[in-house]
């Protein structure tokens, strides 16, 4: 267990819709990082969230956006949800140094959607 | 696109035996991580590596990384049954303020009893 959590477990949307989904923090963390791993792929990064700014993105449209919250929880939204978004949304906290520098991440459990 | 390359992608292998799993990345890292995931569910985070170490050991696990070749390997030694899992290298690199982890395909390791 790395007390990482995250809600809900599944979740089933249809094309077009938005979706949220929640991540808490290990306790005395206070970077939060969002992957998206497809059936069969490894996890790939979506952004970073240190301080309650976005400190880093990757590869990925606009309409993934997020939040992080005073007590380092956060929020992953996507709108116009599209089929190929179908997949395990993982969370991950870290403590990170004043220059943003960490190391091991740790992953909550996940969120299963499927676009329907 | 991911950076790391896991090999094999599937490796079937009976109790006792040992399990080896290679991962070959492309740029400059900072640190080199290893998780494991079972059955689609969160990733568990095994050993890091420096990017200035050649060989770290936690209990079964033996991690070794060659920057010059841009490799790392990890070997499970005496396989259980419970180590039945994917298998995933993950390159940390820091910059513009930030760790980004990349990670590979995965390696997806079964061990019969």
């Known amino acids: 267990e790395t007390g990482v959590t995250q809600s809900p477990t599944h979740l089933i949307k249809t094309r077009g819709q938005q979706v949220t989904l929640r991540c808490s923090s290990q306790?005395?963390?206070?970077?939060v990082s969002w992957y998206q791993q497809a059936l069969g792929q490894g996890p790939q990064f979506i952004f970073q969230?240190?301080?309650?700014?976005?400190?880093g993105r990757g590869n990925f449209p606009p309409r993934f956006s997020g939040l992080q919250f005073p007590n380092y929880s956060s929020e992953l939204n996507v709108n116009a949800l599209e089929l190929d978004d179908s997949a395990l949304y993982l969370c991950?906290?870290?403590?990170?140094?004043?220059?943003?520098?960490?190391?091991?991440?740790?992953f909550g459990p996940g969120t299963r959607l499927t676009v329907l | 696109s991911q950076q790391g390359e896991e090999d094999p992608q599937a490796l079937s292998i009976q109790e006792g035996e040992n399990a080896t799993m290679n991962c070959s990345y492309k740029?400059?890292?900072?640190?080199l991580q290893w998780y494991r995931q079972n059955s689609g569910r969160g990733l568990v985070h095994l050993i890091l590596?420096?990017?200035?170490?050649r060989e770290k050991h936690s209990g079964r696990l033996r991690v070794t990384l060659d920057t010059s070749k841009k490799s790392s390997s990890l070997l499970i030694t005496a396989s259980r049954a419970a180590d039945t899992a994917s298998y995933f290298c993950?390159?940390?690199?820091?910059?513009?303020?930030?760790?980004?982890?990349?990670f590979g395909a995965g390696t997806r390791l079964a061990v019969h009893p």
């Open positions: 991950a906290s870290s403590l990170a140094s004043r220059s943003g520098y960490t190391d091991t991440q740790y």
């Open positions: 306790s005395g963390h206070n970077t």
């Open positions: 969230y240190y301080r309650e700014e976005e400190n």
């Open positions: 740029t400059s890292i900072n640190n």
């Open positions: 590596i420096r990017s200035n170490e």
């Open positions: 993950a390159t940390a690199s820091f910059s513009g303020g930030y760790n980004k982890l990349i």
